[in-house]
């Protein structure tokens, strides 16, 4: 006869001859949970905005809720640029953009992506100073068609943008 699961679990099936009762057939079934594949996986941000050293935690939401198996890894496609450890995204570098790829672990094909856009952080000049050589300074004489060549100290020395114009009030 034909058997249908209806529910998860361990059974007996017995049969039994009708013209003799003693003589029987039994048959151990083991009856698993249907397996509910992952359809769909969202994350809680499709962008994000960072700048170096920044951390954002992305969460995966897995389609449907009850999926048998809700296994995901985490990828970075440019993992100089953001890195990604379960959810964590770190940004390492100074500028550009990467994806933040979540993948089912059983499904493959089946992932949800964030556009990760890393801007640089401008740090702006807040201070120059004419050098001689070693030394700052605020004025200078020299000769007629004497050369000197001077130098610029700027501050910060991290300053994003160190681009000088030299001038002459002549």
């Given at each position: 006869g034909a058997i249908h699961a209806k529910k998860a679990g361990e059974y007996v099936i017995s049969c039994i001859s009708v013209s003799n009762e003693n003589i029987k057939a039994t048959c151990n079934?083991?009856?698993?949970?249907?397996?509910?594949?992952?359809?769909?996986?969202?994350?809680?941000?499709?962008?994000?905005?960072?700048?170096?050293?920044?951390?954002?935690?992305?969460?995966?939401?897995?389609?449907?809720?009850?999926?048998?198996?809700?296994?995901?890894?985490?990828?970075?496609?440019?993992?100089?640029?953001?890195?990604?450890?379960?959810?964590?995204?770190?940004?390492?570098?100074?500028?550009?953009?990467?994806?933040?790829?979540?993948q089912s672990k059983q499904y493959p094909d089946i992932k949800g992506e964030c556009i990760v856009h890393v801007e640089q952080v401008i740090i702006p000049v807040t201070s120059l100073s004419i050098k001689d050589g070693d030394n700052v300074i605020s004025s200078l004489s020299i000769k007629e068609n004497q050369t000197k060549t001077l130098s610029v100290d700027i501050k910060p020395t991290n300053a994003t943008d160190k681009t000088v114009e030299w001038s002459s009030s002549d």
């Open positions: 079934v083991k009856v698993s949970d249907p397996v509910i594949p992952v359809t769909k996986i969202e994350l809680n941000k499709n962008s994000l905005d960072m700048k170096k050293d920044d951390t954002e935690l992305l969460t995966a939401i897995i389609v449907p809720d009850n999926a048998t198996n809700k296994e995901v890894s985490w990828y970075s496609s440019d993992s100089s640029l953001v890195k990604v450890v379960d959810g964590l995204v770190t940004c390492l570098g100074e500028k550009g953009d990467a994806t933040i790829i979540c």
